[in-house]
Structures are given as C-alpha cells and as structure tokens.
C-alpha cells in the first residue's frame, strides 16, 4: 500500500468580510484580498482548510452570504470556527446551507483536529467556556493515538502587542494545562492577531497566521497597521507527528 503522504492543509483568518461590495475595511475591499489570497493558495493542493474566525467585519447575513460565495473558489473542504467579530448562531444559520462546514472535531488519517470557540458575546478579548473545555478534555482523553491540532480564534500566549494582548484568551492557563497531560498535541493554531508567529509554550507549538486583510504592526502598544501583505499558512501534517509549516504572502489587492 503507498504511502498516502501528509495531511495538507490551508489556514486562512480574519477575513473581515463587509455587506456592501462597496465598503472598505481600513481602505482595503477585504473580498477582493480575500479572493487574491485564494487565488494564490489554489496554486498548491491541500486536503482541508482551517479559516479560523472573524469571517465578517460586520455578522450580518449577507456578509456571510458573500463569503461563501468567494469561498466556492477553495478546492478543499473548508472548515470554520467563529472569531470575536462573528456572531456564531447567525454564521451557522447561513453557513450551513453552503459549501462551509461547522464541526468541533475532524478526523483526518493519522491527525484529529478539534475547532474551539473561544468568543465571548460582546468582547473583543477570549475565553473557553466550561462547555468547550469538557469537550476538548473527553476529545482527548478518548484520542490518545491521534496526533492533534488544536484551533481557535483567540491567541493563548502574548503576541507581544500590548494593546491586543489585552484581547488573549482569557483562560490560557487551565487551556494550556489541559493540552500539557496530553502528549499527543503538537500545534496549536490560532488568527486574531493578524501577525505570523511561531513560538514554544510548555513544549506546545503555537502558531499565529497574518490575516488575508490588513496586518497590525508587531510589538505595537497602541493599535497600528503594518505594512505586511495579506497572507496564508500551509501546513504538512505527517503520519509520524510531524508538522512542516510556512507563511505566504501575496500581492494586495485593489485598496481604491
């Protein structure tokens, strides 16, 4: 039998997706970067996408509605969880009539995936409720074979920003204590800070993704722009545990 290969998968993050064709995040159309960000990433293959939270800028229907339908052009199923901008119950009800699929846990060969929701209503900051917490503790107390990724929205460790370090997960500690008694986890994956990151906490990977909108300015105290482009992570996924990882940039679309 072949070897199948690694798990390949694309993570997109904070698309900021607005209602009106017309509108402009921070002077930038976020569907036409978000369409050039997938345009580029098509040019390699993967086995699923991970696009971790704050698809709209503004969580009204028909920001979803545009979403999905930028969305028809990944060649990957494409998994979602929900960010601080998002409003989960609408997502869902939209969403879910689409090629975009909502599911806490994935199974993929070797890897299981678990998707957390870490928005809390009404704050831009994160937490894991005891709800999320007891289904990530009875996912990997029952997987212990799988290698795992875990997903989320909200950053579990300081980016280094003050101003957005005051909107981390809430509740990193008991998360990260819950992820040290299980060996199996080798990554955690997270957007929010629209900043590529790859740091080490407790033996855990932790890895942020450069949104495929506008990019905040590293080691900021007060909320700044950089002038990074838009972006996506790849990531390979080996049958051993292993995880190979890269950040890649594309040209900026359309600002005017």
């Given at each position: 039998m072949s070897d199948p290969g690694p798990l390949r998968i694309l993570h997109l993050t904070d698309a900021h997706i607005l209602p009106d064709a017309g509108a402009r995040f921070y002077g930038i159309d976020t569907a036409a970067s978000l369409r050039t960000v997938i345009q580029a990433a098509n040019r390699r293959r993967y086995d699923l996408v991970l696009f971790t939270g704050d698809l709209a800028q503004e969580p009204v229907a028909e920001s979803y509605r545009r979403l999905a339908g930028i969305c028809t052009e990944l060649q990957a199923p494409c998994y979602w969880l929900p960010g601080n901008h998002d409003d989960p119950v609408l997502a869902r009800s939209i969403l879910g009539a689409t090629p975009l699929l909502h599911a806490p846990v994935l199974h993929s060969g070797a890897w299981l995936i678990a998707c957390l929701d870490s928005t809390l209503p009404d704050s831009a900051g994160g937490s894991l409720s005891a709800r999320q917490l007891e289904l990530l503790n009875r996912t990997l107390n029952g997987n212990p074979e799988r290698h795992t990724l875990i997903a989320l929205h909200h950053h579990p460790i300081a980016c280094g920003s003050a101003w957005m370090d005051t909107m981390i997960l809430d509740n990193a500690e008991e998360f990260l204590r819950i992820l040290q008694r299980h060996p199996q986890v080798r990554l955690v994956l997270h957007g929010h800070t629209h900043q590529?990151?790859?740091?080490?906490?407790?033996?855990?990977?932790?890895?942020?993704?450069?949104?495929?909108?506008?990019?905040?300015?590293?080691?900021s105290t007060a909320f700044a722009l950089d002038t990074e482009r838009p972006g996506y992570r790849w990531l390979d996924l080996g049958r051993d545990g292993s995880v190979e990882t890269g950040i890649c940039r594309v040209a900026a679309s359309d600002s005017t």
């Open positions: 590529a990151a790859d740091a080490a906490t407790r033996g855990l990977r932790v890895l942020g993704t450069p949104s495929t909108c506008i990019q905040f300015k590293p080691a």
